[in-house]
C-alpha cells in the first residue's frame, strides 16, 4: 500500500495522518476547517504571524518589505511638499509634520524585515513545490 504524499510540499506521510507532518497542510488535499486555516504556525511567534500574515513566501516577503520601504521614503517627500506648498509653511514645520507619515511605511518595513529574519534563522518557510 502506498503512502500518501502531501500536495502542499510533498512529504511521504502515513495513511491515516490528518495533516503533514512537515508543513501542516490538510493530508491528501482535503480543505482545512476555518480554524486550521488561521490557526498560527506551530513555532512561530504572534508577532511574526502578524507581520507575514498571509505571506508565504520569502520572495512576496522581501516584494512587501522593498514596498514599505519606498511608501515611507516617497511618503515623505510628498507629504513635505503638499505642506509647503499648500499651507505655505516652513521647511522645519513641514518636516515635523511629514516625519510621523512617513514613520509607518519605515516602522512596517522594519517589522517586515525582522520576519523575515526570524523565518530565514528558523528555517520556517514552506517548502517549495
Do not use: H
Not at 491528501?28 to 513566501?57: D, H, K, M
Amino acid at each position: 500500500m502506498d503512502s500518501p504524499k502531501c500536495t502542499r510540499c510533498g512529504f511521504q506521510s502515513w495513511v491515516n495522518a490528518a495533516l503533514c507532518k512537515r508543513c501542516g497542510a490538510p493530508a491528501y488535499g482535503a480543505r482545512a476547517s476555518s480554524s486550521q486555516q488561521f490557526a498560527p504556525q506551530a513555532g512561530r511567534p504572534g508577532w511574526v504571524e502578524v507581520g507575514l500574515l498571509g505571506i508565504n513566501t520569502r520572495t512576496v516577503a522581501l516584494i512587501w518589505l522593498a514596498s514599505a520601504l519606498a511608501f515611507g521614503v516617497l511618503s515623505f517627500f510628498a507629504t513635505l511638499g503638499w505642506v509647503i506648498l499648500v499651507f505655505k509653511t516652513p521647511t522645519m514645520i513641514a518636516c515635523a509634520l511629514a516625519i510621523p507619515v512617513s514613520c509607518i511605511g519605515v516602522f512596517s518595513a522594519i517589522w517586515y524585515g525582522l520576519a523575515i529574519r526570524w523565518m530565514d534563522r528558523n528555517r520556517a518557510w514552506p517548502a517549495r513545490r
